[in-house]
């Protein structure tokens, strides 16, 4: 039993096997009347969806589209995250003046700004990408301060010993030190942006999968619209894929 | 037959201890700390000096400003009175000669064995080939051929302290500074670290300055053992050790060994008592504060 509990298998079987006990739960309560069937519609309704979901609403450019500006705005969240947080880091006068500012910002429902974001950048993807880009911020710009801020005094005293330069103790001890947090805070902005992608796109109804979950939710649509929340999340997955990809490969061993 | 060195009663009163020409030299140190009772004087009029290739222990209580004097020597604290010369340069910051240990694992844990050693050789911008060889070396003679290629996380305690060390010499320092750097190992690894660490002392003839509490340890390991009281930490005695060389654990059951342990703890059994008064004298207040 060990041996199988130790293989690399049994993790994503384990989670497999949970998510399709929850979808035959669903399914159940459903049919015995515990969850009305005109919330959510049964789950064997949504999976003939898929198909006319990917057939019909041009499936493959909105999924591209929404990753597209999710990825985008992820970028932008994570090299100006980070520099800002090394910022504030290293300005300690800056941070005690912002670092609350920031974190209020984190929790701020800046979607409802999406008007003021329409008139600056038009109808267009750049408008969604800046909403993405202003949730996600915040989270980055804290978990660098505080993945740089907890590098043990003992590896800063091994570079100063070393002599090294400023630079060599950020490229070489602080930022490799606060990987895994900043990776934290990106994981974290990566969320926020995507809601916000996702949100937005479903507010001005300018393509993407939340322009299609609007329609679909227009047409009354059930199982589809549930069908395409399902690429939301498949979206999500690539994402954190990616960002686990590239800590392993930046940190390979923690 | 043991000799024990002891300065004359002014000096060991606290006053400095005469300067000798060496390649450190420590000279008339006051390092005081602003703390919320008033100032604190960590270090007092603490001077000493290592000859080349010596290995010199400095031995006190906790809080008796080893780790202080530590940080000064080796040039990450400054604002102090007094001097520290290395060669006959006056030290400002870090000072490329002095290679120090931390008592606290400092392994980047991120890098491999042989990725940590060679760090000081990458810093100089040696090319990747040749500071692996380099390092290597390094490797062998902390005893660790093998384990290149593993992070600190797969070693043990005591290996990773032996990366540290490796890493250290690597960047072949005149003078290696080392705090405590087996604190956090059980007694039979420190005892093995300590041969082991003797060892590479005499293959590099390498000059050494080690700053702990453990009286077995400074024993086993030094030519010399400078006593400091407690707070303020000033320089109590120096003994020399005058046990044979090469040495090994072996020595700790030797009769000599034993009476330098029980005469140095004498030295500081009045010191440790006077600091733990001192503690619970303090956690009273605090209680009593609160």
């Known amino acids: 039993m060990a041996a199988v509990t130790r293989s690399r298998a049994f993790p994503l079987a384990l989670g497999l096997g949970a998510l399709a006990a929850a979808i035959l739960a669903v399914e159940v309560l459903i049919r015995i009347d515990a969850i009305s069937r005109y919330i959510v519609p049964l789950p064997s309704q949504i999976a003939p969806a898929f198909e006319r979901v990917i057939v019909e609403e041009d499936i493959a450019a909105r999924f591209q589209l929404t990753f597209l500006e999710a990825f985008t705005a992820g970028a932008m969240i994570t090299v100006v995250g980070v520099a800002l947080g090394l910022l504030l880091f290293r300005v300690d006068i800056l941070r005690r003046a912002t670092e609350t500012w920031v974190a209020a910002m984190a929790s701020a429902p800046t979607v409802l700004m999406y008007p003021l974001f329409l008139v600056i950048f038009g109808r267009s993807a750049w408008t969604i990408i800046m909403m993405g880009f202003v949730a996600g911020l915040p989270p980055v710009i804290l978990k660098t301060i505080e993945g740089l801020a907890g590098t043990r005094r003992v590896l800063i005293n091994v570079g100063r010993s070393f002599k090294l330069t400023g630079v060599q103790l950020f490229t070489k001890i602080l930022f490799p030190a606060a990987l895994p947090t900043i990776f934290v805070g990106i994981r974290l902005g990566l969320i926020f942006t995507l809601i916000n992608v996702v949100g937005v796109e479903f507010l001005i109804n300018f393509g993407g999968l939340g322009q299609l979950i609007n329609d679909l939710a227009e047409r009354y649509d059930l199982p589809g619209t549930y069908a395409a929340i399902s690429f939301v999340i498949l979206v999500s997955v690539c994402f954190f894929v990616l960002t686990e990809w590239i800590e392993r490969w930046l940190r390979p061993v923690d | ?290």
């Open chain 2, 1 to 290: 037959m043991a000799s024990v060195a002891t300065l004359p009663k002014s000096d060991a009163a606290g006053a400095r201890t005469p300067a000798e020409a060496g390649i450190l030299v420590v000279d008339d140190i006051v390092k005081q700390f602003a703390t919320p009772d008033g100032p604190l004087i960590a270090v007092d009029r603490v001077s000493l000096s290592v000859r080349p290739g010596e290995f010199l222990a400095v031995i006190g209580p906790s809080g008796c400003g080893k780790s202080t004097l530590f940080n000064i020597i080796g040039g990450l604290l400054d604002g102090y009175q007094g001097a520290v010369t290395v060669g006959g340069e006056t030290v400002h910051g870090p000072h490329p000669a002095i290679g120090m240990v931390f008592q606290e694992e400092s392994t980047f844990p991120w890098r491999t064995v042989i990725e940590n050693v060679a760090f000081p050789l990458e810093i100089a911008g040696m090319r990747r080939r040749d500071r692996f060889d380099k390092a290597r070396k390094f490797i062998a003679l902390v005893g660790l051929g093998g384990f290149e290629k593993r992070y600190p996380a797969e070693l043990s305690g005591g290996m990773r302290q032996r990366v540290a060390i490796a890493r250290t010499l690597a960047s072949e320092p005149k003078i290696l500074l080392m705090d405590e750097p087996f604190a956090s190992l059980d007694e039979q690894t420190r005892l093995l670290l300590g041969d082991k660490v003797l060892q590479i002392q005499q293959d590099l003839k390498q000059t050494t300055l080690l700053i702990t509490h453990n009286i077995t340890e400074a024993v086993q390991l030094a030519d010399r053992i400078l006593v400091m009281t407690y707070r303020p930490g000033r320089v109590k005695r120096i003994v020399a050790i005058d046990l044979p060389r090469p040495r090994s654990s072996d020595v700790v059951s030797s009769e000599a060994f034993g009476r330098y342990v029980a005469q140095i703890w004498s030295d500081l059994r009045e010191e440790a008592s006077r600091g733990m008064q001192d503690e619970e004298t303090r956690t009273l207040h605090a209680g009593e504060g609160s």
